[in-house]
């Protein structure tokens, strides 16, 4: 089956823009996480949604959101771009928590650049 | 608070020779999970393997071995008779399932070069 797929790949943004990154889980998975990859802080967790709500939230601030539909599709926005949000965003998915010992599954990841 | 160290930023062998990639990891959980990922240049992570803290048992998957052992709080990968297509950066990860859902801790991540 299908894995998680994020759309775009690529993407350049000026400063002061917003943009908003696309996530389509595996099938059947509930729980979506977002997380954020640059080189000088690794890979920090963003948020978590598990039907439609958000269940974890990272320590980002609150120019960075996300929502989850009904279908289990999320979306992540960051308004008011910065250069230091230029990073590698990655979405992740599984059947319902780490708690019932779900893997978890990641996408390819949307690379944002802010100029 | 969670914590995951790969204290080997880089490391650098020759094709069939045998590489293990360290993980050291803090909680105060007693239930939890780890989890070995490989990321390509592609930029995808690609699940390898995950491991509930009940279960000690160290496992083998073609050449592919990891060792966990609580007493110690790590979680060792070793690849064995190394390939080219093994040259990726390897994270270690660990999940708190208190509070409910998923939220990865992830290591700092180790960069593997397997060269001819």
């Known amino acids: 089956k299908a894995g998680v797929t994020q759309t775009p790949r690529y993407l350049i943004k000026t400063r002061g823009q917003q943009v908003t990154l696309s996530c389509s889980p595996i099938?059947?998975?509930?729980?979506v996480s977002w997380y954020q990859q640059t080189p000088g802080q690794g890979l920090q967790f963003l948020f978590e949604y598990f039907s439609e709500t958000q269940r974890n939230k990272g320590n980002f601030p609150g120019r960075f959101s996300g929502r989850q539909f009904s279908n289990s599709r999320s979306e992540m926005n960051v308004s008011t771009l910065e250069l230091g949000d230029s990073a590698l965003y990655l979405c992740?998915?599984?059947?319902?928590?780490?708690?019932?010992?779900?893997?978890?599954?990641f996408g390819e990841g949307s690379w944002l650049t802010v100029v | 608070a969670q914590k995951v160290t790969q204290a080997q930023t880089e490391i650098s062998v020759v094709e069939k020779e045998d590489v293990t990639l360290d993980c050291v990891y803090e909680?105060?959980?007693?239930?939890?999970?780890l989890f070995w990922y490989k990321q390509p240049p592609s930029g995808e992570l690609v699940f390898l393997i995950r491991?509930?803290?009940?279960?000690?048992q160290n496992e083998i998957s073609g050449r592919y071995s990891w060792n966990f052992q609580k007493s110690t709080s790590s979680f060792n990968f070793t690849i064995t008779a190394s390939q080219v297509v093994d040259s990726a950066v390897y994270f270690c990860a660990l999940s708190q399932p208190t509070g409910g859902g998923n939220k990865l801790t992830f290591g700092t991540g180790t960069q593997l070069k397997v060269e001819l």
């Open positions: 992740a998915s599984s059947l319902e928590g780490s708690e019932s010992g779900n893997t978890i599954y």
């Open positions: 491991r509930n803290s009940f279960d000690e």
């Open positions: 909680t105060r959980d007693t239930t939890y999970y």
């Open positions: 099938s059947g998975h509930r729980s």
